[in-house]
């Protein structure tokens, strides 16, 4: 037996699959970041104009609670995006999943972004609390704040389903009701956003339906062996 061929079943031997908990890893960042907007949209006002600036006083620990999930929804999204991909598996279009992979990762860019901003407000109000609303330095914060959770990042994941929702219609690895819902959903975001800001909560809900529905797939096998 030659070399070659010793390595090869060894590489095969040692290659790494995804674990069925990994699954998991949607329906925690949907909850994470669920709950991480949910506490800030109640804190904080909806506007960035809004000349209520009591919030930072009487609400910072609420906020600063939120900000301190977002971490680790950030890391249980990239787990989800490795289930997706897996999921895909030898079918992945490079084209399709190129836009689905990048937006995804924008996406999450813009969120740690935007609450690494709020931190920063938070942080700098107990110092210098006057200099930031003489400077303008204030509002400049919350609009930048509000774009990106409210436009730039919602656009993103907007991208990410309709690119998803095709690669599932194209591979049929996921039935086609759930691709449909996807393209549906996506809309929603690109449409709607401009009415209520509690409609960024229609993401993560979206995560939360497919990741369960991946799970119960994975534990069907285990379920019906027992």
Same mark, same amino acid.
């Given at each position: &037996?030659?070399?070659?061929? &010793?390595?090869?079943?060894?590489? !095969?031997?040692?290659?790494l699959t995804t674990p069925k908990a990994a699954a998991a890893a949607g329906i925690i960042f949907a909850l ?14 909806? /506007?960035?104009? !809004?000349?209520?600036?009591? @919030?930072?006083?009487?609400? %910072? ?17 990239? @787990? ?5 991909? !897996? ?7 490079? +084209? ?6 990048? %937006? ?12 690494? &901003? ?16 003489? /400077?303008?330095?204030? =509002?400049?914060?919350?609009?930048? =704040? @509000? ?12 991208? +990410? ?7 599932? =219609? ?14 549906? /959903? ?7 956003i401009s009415y209520s800001s509690w409609v960024t909560l229609l993401f993560p809900t979206w ?10 797939? /994975? ?5 019906? %062996?027992?």
């Amino acid at each position: &037996m030659n070399n070659t061929h &010793m390595t090869g079943e060894l590489l !095969d031997g040692r290659r790494l699959t995804t674990p069925k908990a990994a699954a998991a890893a949607g329906i925690i960042f949907a909850l994470l970041i669920g709950a991480a907007f949910t506490l800030i949209r109640t804190a904080m006002p909806a /506007s960035p104009a !809004d000349p209520n600036i009591n @919030w930072i006083t009487e609400h %910072s620990g609420t906020v600063t609670l939120a900000l301190s999930l977002v971490p680790f929804a950030g890391i249980a999204f990239l @787990w989800f995006i490795g289930v997706i991909r !897996d999921r895909i598996g030898t079918y992945e279009d490079r +084209f399709f999943s190129t836009v689905f992979f990048g %937006s995804a990762l924008i996406y999450l860019a813009m969120i740690f972004a935007a609450a690494a &901003m709020a931190a920063g407000l938070i942080s700098s109000y107990p110092v210098a609390a006057q200099n930031l609303f003489e /400077s303008g330095l204030y =509002i400049y914060n919350r609009s930048l =704040i @509000w774009q990106l959770l409210n436009i730039y990042s919602i656009r993103m994941s907007s991208v +990410f389903m309709i690119s998803l929702g095709t690669i599932w =219609i194209r591979t049929a690895v996921m039935p086609r009701w759930l691709a449909f819902i996807t393209y549906g /959903s996506a809309l929603v975001l690109l449409l709607s956003i401009s009415y209520s800001s509690w409609v960024t909560l229609l993401f993560p809900t979206w995560v939360l339906v497919i990741s369960i529905y991946i799970l119960v797939q /994975s534990l069907r096998p285990e379920l019906g %062996s027992a």
